[in-house]
């Protein structure tokens, strides 16, 4: 408390002079002797026992000017009156109003105990005080010997009470403006709440410096959340791409600065928030508005909520910042899925899931594509790929892993469903209390490990396998057809071996160009096929066609330099690999290469070769 030590009213100054004069009075004997020892206040005071007062007196600048004549009626609070109002010696410096507290304590005339009249009796400092004859009591605070002790300018009573003047009351300390949870707590913003609870943004709020926050109502989520068309809060976190874009939307609604509506200039104005973001936010006589940065606008409908380091205005919607969702690329970049990002480019899709529409990819992890080349028994990418048929069908498997529609988990009806993928086949999908599978069309059955990974078009769920299509290879028939291998498909026609080869369980097929044919005719000194047969005879030319084919599927990894395999003729091949490629050895020593590798057919394999091999004849 400070204190005031003004003393410029003269004629309270002397008044309070007549009052001293009677304290000093009061330690003066009351014997014959008429010489009176003059004393100052303090001395007197303290001579007296009235050491608080004379401390207060002498603090409020007082006692140099206390001379003079009354009378006056003093109420002087003992030492211990002023001790429980909280008053010293060593104090008194930081009593606020003291100079008025003291002068409550005097009323003019000498009005000694039994000349009191109960009612009110205006005091030096212009207040009145209580008087109660009968129960001698002033403002309630009982008069107390010694009493009735006169001076020669007037009478003391003892009280046992300090005396309180209305203007010298403290006001009690205004409460606290509260913080910005209970502020959104005492409006009913419980879904602010939880959101800024999701997002740990609460000792950000809480610890800034100074914010002014526009609140949205538990009504404006309410909107937002039908907007994305979502039940809950969780839901709209998924939409939105995150905690961290939750984060940014929050942050859009805080600005780091205070500002009430009487700060807000007229007009439009724009404000960078948290997010690191621009608020337009506009004044007019109708109110104040904001817009985010969709030109959605909105309204202040309570304004001005103080709170210890800022304010908050609680609007009727959601604000939405600019939000940056990855791309397909880059969402399998950050979560690692190197292996389907090679898939992707090898197949030439990435154009195809970038540009689309909207999408929802089943990515396989890493670890998933792992299995799946164990389970084909192969080391690599590429060679998954022969196995599977080449591009055309890596294709198919990757659009079975994607839906041409957004579907995050909470879109998914529980139980069993069926979705058309990419690829034009139906994908199982499955939601239960354990999760959501997945399952292809050779109904193998695989886990979704991480849900809604929101992207620029859709969303991406993880699985922890390879979804596979239904495939379709083509029969060695068709396959030679489309290969343009004629010669060969008129030989094995002529010969009736079709059958034999497009029923076998597994083979690996030498297939030689037509040109291969027209060099073993010439060689042979025949005119054509026919004359081959002619020459040779049907199981010569039989045997020639089935030294082509090994009854096992080995496609071009599987083969190692030097690998010897035994014919449908009976008769031993060799293969040699080396880094220029793959050749194939007859019997007779003669050498071809493999000119197009890994032609995967239903039930094996076909390596176009420039020569026609030739058997023991």
Do not use: W
């Amino acid at each position: 408390m400070k204190n005031n030590r003004k003393t410029s009213n003269r004629f309270i100054t002397y008044l309070f002079s007549m009052l001293i004069v009677g304290l000093i009075l009061v330690g003066c004997s009351d014997d014959d002797d008429p010489e009176v020892t003059q004393q100052d206040l303090v001395e007197l005071a303290i001579a007296n026992g009235y050491n608080t007062l004379a401390a207060a007196l002498t603090e409020a600048d007082l006692v140099t000017a206390l001379k003079g004549a009354g009378p006056f009626t003093v109420f002087a609070p003992t030492d211990a009156a002023f001790a429980n109002a909280g008053i010293t010696p060593d104090n008194v410096s930081e009593v606020e109003n003291l100079e008025s507290i003291l002068l409550y304590h005097v009323v003019s005339g000498a009005v000694r105990s039994t000349d009191l009249t109960t009612g009110s009796v205006a005091t030096l400092n212009t207040e009145t005080i209580a008087i109660d004859a009968g129960n001698l009591t002033v403002n309630g605070i009982s008069i107390a010997e010694p009493f009735d002790v006169e001076a020669s300018n007037g009478i003391i009573h003892t009280i046992n009470g300090v005396l309180i003047p209305e203007s010298a009351e403290e006001e009690p300390e205004p409460e606290p403006n509260p913080t910005i949870v209970e502020a959104a707590t005492a409006a009913g913003l419980t879904t602010l709440l939880d959101a800024v609870t999701a997002a740990d943004l609460g000792s950000t709020l809480l610890d800034a410096e100074a914010i002014t926050v526009f609140a949205p109502t538990n009504d404006a989520f309410g909107d937002a959340l039908e907007a994305y068309g979502v039940s809950d809060l969780n839901q709209l976190v998924a939409e939105l791409g995150g905690l961290d874009n939750l984060g940014a939307v929050l942050g859009f609604h805080v600005v780091p600065a205070v500002a009430f509506a009487a700060d807000l200039a007229d007009g439009e104005q724009m404000f960078e928030t948290l997010a690191g973001q621009m608020l337009t936010v506009t004044k007019t006589s109708a109110g104040v508005t904001l817009t985010d940065a969709n030109g959605n606008t909105y309204n202040v409908v309570t304004a001005d909520v103080a709170i210890e380091n800022g304010v908050v205005h609680v609007i009727d919607g959601v604000l939405l910042p600019e939000l940056t969702l990855p791309n397909i690329v880059d969402a399998a970049t950050s979560a690692g899925l190197t292996t389907l990002l090679d898939a992707v480019t090898a197949a030439d899709l990435g154009s195809t899931l970038l540009d689309a529409e909207a999408i929802t990819v089943f990515a396989p992890t890493n670890d998933a594509f792992g299995d799946a080349l164990e389970a084909y028994g192969v080391s690599n990418l590429n060679e998954l790929v022969a196995e599977l048929g080449g591009l055309d069908n890596l294709v198919a498997v990757l659009g079975f892993h994607v839906v041409p529609a957004t579907a995050f988990s909470h879109d998914l009806a529980d139980g069993e469903q069926m979705f058309e993928t990419l690829a034009g086949q139906m994908l199982t999908v499955n939601k239960s209390g354990d999760g959501v599978t997945v399952t292809d069309a050779n109904g193998t059955t695989y886990n979704v490990v991480t849900a809604d990974v929101a992207i620029a078009n859709g969303v991406v769920h993880v699985i922890d396998g390879v979804l596979l299509p239904e495939i379709t290879l083509p029969n060695i028939v068709d396959a030679a057809t489309d290969a343009g291998l004629t010669t060969l498909l008129d030989a094995v026609t002529a010969l009736d071996l079709g059958g034999t080869l497009t029923g076998a369980e597994a083979i690996t097929v030498f297939a030689p160009t037509n040109q291969a044919f027209t060099d073993l005719l010439e060689a042979q000194d025949v005119a054509d096929l026919d004359g081959l047969v002619a020459k040779l005879g049907a199981e010569a030319v039989t045997d020639v066609l089935t030294y082509h084919v090994v009854p096992a599927v080995a496609f071009s990894h599987d083969l190692s330099d030097g690998d010897m395999f035994e014919t449908l003729d009976g008769e031993m091949l060799t293969v040699n690999v080396t880094e220029n490629g793959v050749t194939v050895t007859d019997v007779n020593g003669n050498v071809f290469n493999v000119t197009a590798a890994d032609v995967a057919i239903e039930n094996g394999v076909v390596h176009v070769i420039d020569g026609v091999l030739l058997p023991t004849l």
